[in-house]
């Protein structure tokens, strides 16, 4: 791939992430005249058009539909579907004739790499992306039998296409470029939404949408927020209660049932901290070898927080902040572990020996 091409691929997916993380309101004129043009394409009128706050607030106006558990494989007629599954069909059609229509155009190894770095640098990160905010938000709601459109969190497979379309000079039909513009301005204007036979529901975009290395996260609030104050609060891409991030007590930690949010909750609380209140036990403190001026601390942990008996090592990280500190962190260990330089060396697949040998940790 040339770098022009490269470049091209960047500005793309650089272009979609910012449809997909929009916070700015939908754009209703724009999200209507698509979703009623791909009512049309599903042979039925347009609907009338309900408009939330939230996808917390259109659960109470969606039904459950049998349309989720559909098999749309070797489909030939839209005609006898009920509405949702007419839509869903549309969808697996136009994305099978694109990629066989592609796959056929670039069926050479050459062009065959060039299409595998393309949905490296486009496709891949946008659904790294957005499939980790939807997981969030669906296991934040009642999802079930409920076949939802994501808007905006459906631009990794749309962009996929576009990015063959404008960097590699695709062609496609114009049915297919119609459909395709469709979906696209959908994407582009509006959050989630549900299409019912009479009424689409749908969704307004976030008020604030935070990620991290395509993760969703925030250490000050929600990751995911609504104007109505549905929210979903993350922790590096984990899914944790708001109390991970508002308000982590040793009290709390200790009553909650998950390890994972267990560990978020002391991460975002700090090492140091949580071992102070919590008034943990040290077992024995070190001079680090593989971090010269810095010491490693070994302490016992409550059953309950790693999930059963374990120590937790404390160290410092080889690199500097960017304000120049040392963050601390801990390193869950084995019980059994009772020297610091072991445990460390433990981490690191290592004797206590071979550990003391090691340049510098970075």
Same mark, same amino acid.
């Given at each position: 791939?040339?770098?022009?091409?490269?470049?091209?691929?960047?500005?793309?997916?650089?272009?979609?992430?910012?449809?997909?993380?929009?916070?700015?309101?939908?754009?209703?004129?724009?999200?209507?005249?698509?979703?009623?043009?791909?009512?049309?394409?599903?042979?039925?009128?347009?609907?009338?058009?309900?408009?939330?706050?939230?996808?917390?607030?259109?659960?109470?106006? @969606?039904?459950? $539909?049998? =349309?989720?558990?559909? %098999?749309?494989?070797?489909?030939?007629?839209?005609?006898?579907? +009920?509405? !949702? #599954?007419?839509?869903?069909?549309?969808?697996?059609?136009?994305?099978?004739?694109?990629?066989?229509?592609?796959?056929?155009?670039?069926?050479?190894?050459?062009?065959?790499?060039?299409?595998?770095?393309?949905?490296?640098?486009?496709?891949?990160?946008?659904?790294?992306?957005?499939?980790?905010?939807?997981?969030?938000?669906?296991?934040?709601?009642?999802?079930?039998?409920?076949?939802?459109?994501?808007?905006?969190?459906?631009?990794?497979?749309?962009?996929?296409?576009?990015?063959?379309?404008?960097?590699?000079?695709?062609?496609?039909?114009?049915?297919?470029?119609?459909?395709?513009?469709?979906?696209?301005? @959908?994407?582009? $204007?509006? =959050?989630?939404?549900? %299409?019912?036979?009479?009424?689409?529901?749908?969704?307004?975009? +976030?008020? !604030? #949408?935070?990620?991290?290395?395509?993760?969703?996260?925030?250490?000050?609030?929600?990751?995911?927020?609504?104007?109505?104050?549905?929210?979903?609060?993350?922790?590096?891409?984990?899914?944790?209660?708001?109390?991970?991030?508002?308000?982590?007590?040793?009290?709390?930690?200790?009553?909650?049932?998950?390890?994972?949010?267990?560990?978020?909750?002391?991460?975002?609380?700090?090492?140091?901290?949580?071992?102070?209140?919590?008034?943990?036990?040290?077992?024995?403190?070190?001079?680090?070898?593989?971090?010269?001026?810095?010491?490693?601390?070994?302490?016992?942990?409550?059953?309950?927080?790693?999930?059963?008996?374990?120590?937790?090592?404390?160290?410092?990280?080889?690199?500097?902040?960017?304000?120049?500190?040392?963050?601390?962190?801990?390193?869950?260990?084995?019980?059994?572990?009772?020297?610091?330089?072991?445990?460390?060396?433990?981490?690191?697949?290592?004797?206590?020996?071979?550990?003391?040998?090691?340049?510098?940790?970075?």
């Amino acid at each position: 791939m040339s770098a022009r091409w490269r470049l091209e691929a960047a500005d793309i997916r650089d272009e979609w992430l910012g449809h997909a993380l929009s916070t700015l309101p939908a754009d209703r004129p724009a999200a209507e005249a698509a979703i009623s043009s791909l009512y049309e394409l599903a042979r039925h009128p347009a609907p009338r058009f309900t408009w939330v706050a939230s996808p917390r607030a259109a659960m109470d106006l @969606v039904p459950p $539909s049998a =349309g989720e558990t559909a %098999a749309f494989a070797g489909m030939n007629t839209l005609a006898d579907l +009920p509405l !949702v #599954q007419r839509l869903a069909a549309l969808t697996f059609n136009l994305r099978r004739a694109l990629d066989r229509r592609v796959g056929h155009e670039w069926d050479t190894p050459g062009w065959r790499t060039d299409l595998r770095q393309l949905d490296a640098m486009v496709s891949r990160p946008l659904q790294d992306a957005v499939h980790r905010i939807r997981s969030a938000m669906r296991s934040a709601l009642d999802m079930r039998q409920r076949l939802t459109w994501y808007g905006q969190h459906d631009v990794s497979w749309i962009a996929h296409y576009d990015a063959w379309r404008r960097v590699g000079r695709r062609v496609y039909l114009p049915p297919e470029e119609r459909q395709l513009t469709l979906w696209a301005a @959908v994407a582009r $204007s509006c =959050g989630w939404w549900w %299409a019912g036979e009479e009424v689409c529901v749908i969704s307004e975009r +976030p008020a !604030v #949408q935070r990620i991290e290395d395509l993760r969703p996260h925030n250490a000050g609030g929600p990751a995911v927020g609504f104007s109505d104050g549905f929210a979903v609060h993350a922790w590096h891409g984990t899914l944790v209660p708001e109390w991970v991030i508002t308000d982590p007590t040793p009290e709390r930690i200790a009553a909650e049932p998950n390890v994972e949010v267990r560990r978020c909750a002391i991460e975002n609380l700090g090492w140091e901290r949580y071992i102070e209140l919590a008034e943990l036990r040290m077992v024995a403190a070190a001079a680090d070898p593989g971090n010269p001026g810095f010491d490693l601390l070994l302490y016992d942990l409550p059953e309950q927080t790693w999930g059963g008996m374990a120590r937790v090592l404390l160290a410092v990280n080889g690199s500097a902040e960017r304000d120049g500190s040392r963050r601390r962190y801990g390193l869950g260990v084995p019980v059994f572990l009772d020297d610091p330089v072991a445990a460390a060396a433990w981490t690191y697949g290592l004797s206590a020996a071979d550990y003391s040998t090691l340049a510098r940790r970075t």
